[in-house]
């Protein structure tokens, strides 16, 4: 499949017009026009392994199928991604690590752990992955759209400043926050991935130029983000961990957002909110034991976009499984931040998890 966005070199994309783009309807309550940059590129297709592995090629193809079926286009100006640079690495990454990487890379891939591999052109894949982000902060304070969607893979919140793990080579999230952090931005990260956001986490745990809040299943794998995992030195209490049990559904998540995030998120006042936007949270997901649905996605996706200014707002695709609900979460939440009705599955209701939500909410002191 050829990605429908690509758009020619990078310049050429960031003078590129946006059509016709429909109108802005999110919660502040004012209607205005809105467009979505859409980072992608053929090239996240080209990280593979001959043996199959749930981190496949075919997701990408699922969120761009899903995203023309929601019926966006016009409002979607698409962009290429540009590669990081070292530089931009090592302010999350470790030498050691990058070094294994490229050493990988140079003798044609293999895994980096049971769970992790590098392909032939794998390598070219992640820093891709990792520069999206970069490029669409440049797009954004041009003005070129109003919210910027990175639809990468490999994913990136499982990597750590010093180890690549959970089907992630290096933290795609991580590194626009960090280069947003290092020219003076306040940035908040929100991980609404079914499992927790450990890489991001630990890069920022002791920063407190960045807020890290993470909603995910728990216990699930990596086994970390407990409640009382706050941060620590400069980052003490920037770091926010709702670990919800199995079965949590679409009423928990609401309510964790408005009683203990969007409050949190207020406090912390970003300049920049970037979304780790995960999708396997999804009920159908075989990699966790959530009740999601692709309109609680596109409810709290909406939710939160609209807590900082327009163009100030970057979504980062992490994981998602089950290719059906992958591409109708990703074109439910494209719709929703534009405004068009388009939910091919109606919100979740009651599930277990809102004893968790009062305990962050006592623990963080949000509203005393
Ligand atoms: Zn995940």
Known sequence: MISPYGSGARSAALSVTAGDPLRWSLADGYARRVTVLMVTDERFLDHRRERSHPERPARLEAVWSGIEAAGVAEA?????????????????????????LEDLHASGGGQVDIDTYMGIRSWEAARLAAGAGLVAVEALREGVADVAFCAVRPPGHHATDTTSMGFCLVNNVAVTAASLAAAGERVAVVDIDAHHGNGTQDIFYSDGRVLF???????????????DETGEGDGAGTTLNMPLPVGSAGDTYRYGLDAAVIPVLEGFDPDWLLVSAGFDGHRLDPLSELGLTSGDFADLVARIVGLVPVSRCVLFLEGGYDLGALADSAGAVLAA????????????????GRDVVDQVVELHGVGT
């Open 76 to 100: 979607i100006v698409g962009c290429e991604p540009i590669l990081a640079t070292y530089a931009d690495l090592l302010r999350c990454h470790s030498t050691t690590q990058l070094k294994h």
């Open 213 to 227: 809040v993470s909603l995910h299943q728990w216990p699930l794998y990596p086994g970390t983000g407990r409640i």
């Open 337 to 352: 931040v534009v405004g068009v009705d388009h939910r091919p599955e109606p919100s979740s209701g009651e599930g277990p």
